[in-house]
Structures are given as structure tokens and as C-alpha cells.
């Protein structure tokens, strides 16, 4: 693995902002330790061939044809081809993500195609894959990037999902991801 990683004051906030609301994080330099982090992760979870211990990977600039079948078959249980049906009984959604937020630990996602909402929103664990280059102070320098004619639909996703709306008790998991894992990747470039 390269040891040179991007850091700044910048990731560090992004990280501890983050993890401050129950998100991991995850940093490495190129997309093969991208890859080979995602695997691992995915084996950790007992991530098998049966509906409900699949995952789920949206569309993007790391699955390639060659990355697809190597993760295939390196672990039985992934799929590509998401659907609403697969997605709802999933264990795991993995999907690329454009920016982060450091003041807040946000995520923001380009979120057009549906198959990216639906992976980053119903399976118990979404894995987020994002560019370190995409890390951002705030929102203003964030949407100072959004070009409408490429993303009309923007998601914020900021840690796990939880409410408190049952009887005033913080409740993790009951409207969407109950664990978010990020990994931020050097070698990614912002695909907008």
C-alpha cells in the first residue's frame, strides 16, 4: 500500500466532524487500496449469495468492466445491476459520492440516477466512496461547483441515519443506513 496520503486540516476536520456523528472513516491513496478496502469490508460482513446478505454498488467511475468481474468473483454476492427489489433486502450499499463538507462531516452526492439514492439510502451499510480532492469547508463551496445541467437532485448524507421523533430517543437505522463508512480516495478525481 502507498503511504503518501493527502492530509490537510481540511480531511482531519472532515474526519473528526464525521466520525463525531457516527460515521468511519476510511483514507487511502490510489483506487486499487480503494478496491481492495471495499473487498475486505465486504468479506467482514459475511457479504454472501442470498438476497439478504448481497450488496448492492451503484454506478461509477471505479467499476469498470475489468473491476466488476474481478470483484465478482472475488466476492460472490455483489451486484451491479441494482434494482429496487435487491436494494430493499440488501445488506450492503456501496456507491461514489462527489463531496464532503468539513464543517459537518457531510457527504454530498450528485444523486440523479436513481440506483445511487437507493443504495446510499435502504441497505443497513452504506460504504461511500469519495474523492479526497472533493472535501470542501461548506456548503457555499460546495454549490459554488454544482452545475445544475449535470446534478438536479443533490442528497446530504451526514452519518447514519437516526431520528428522535419516537418518544424524544435517539434511534439509529430507522429510515435509512444504520452504519456509513467513508473512504476518502486520493486517485479519485470530482466527476463533476
Do not use: C
Request: no cysteine; glycine share 6%.
Amino acid at each position: 500500500m502507498n503511504s503518501v496520503l493527502q492530509s490537510s486540516p481540511l480531511i482531519d476536520k472532515f474526519k473528526l466532524r464525521l466520525e463525531a456523528v457516527g460515521g468511519r472513516f476510511e483514507h487511502v491513496s490510489g483506487k486499487e487500496e480503494a478496491l481492495a478496502l471495499v473487498l475486505d469490508l465486504l468479506r467482514q460482513e459475511g457479504v454472501a449469495d442470498t438476497a439478504e446478505d448481497a450488496a448492492v454498488w451503484a454506478d461509477g467511475s471505479l467499476l469498470t468492466a475489468e473491476n466488476k468481474e474481478r470483484l465478482a468473483a472475488a466476492v460472490p454476492g455483489i451486484r451491479f445491476d441494482v434494482t429496487r427489489a435487491q436494494v430493499a433486502k440488501a445488506k450492503v450499499g456501496i456507491s461514489q459520492l462527489e463531496w464532503g463538507l468539513a464543517n459537518t462531516g457531510t457527504l454530498v452526492q450528485a444523486a440523479d440516477a436513481v440506483d445511487t439514492r437507493l443504495v446510499s439510502s435502504l441497505p443497513m451499510l452504506h460504504i461511500a466512496l469519495a474523492p479526497t480532492a472533493g472535501v470542501l469547508p461548506d456548503l457555499p463551496a460546495v454549490l459554488e461547483k454544482v452545475h445544475p445541467e449535470k446534478a438536479a437532485y443533490l442528497a446530504f448524507i451526514t452519518g447514519p441515519s437516526r431520528t428522535s421523533d419516537i418518544e424524544r430517543v435517539l434511534t439509529i437505522g430507522v429510515h435509512g443506513p444504520e452504519r456509513l463508512i467513508v473512504i476518502l480516495v486520493d486517485e479519485l478525481e470530482v466527476a463533476l
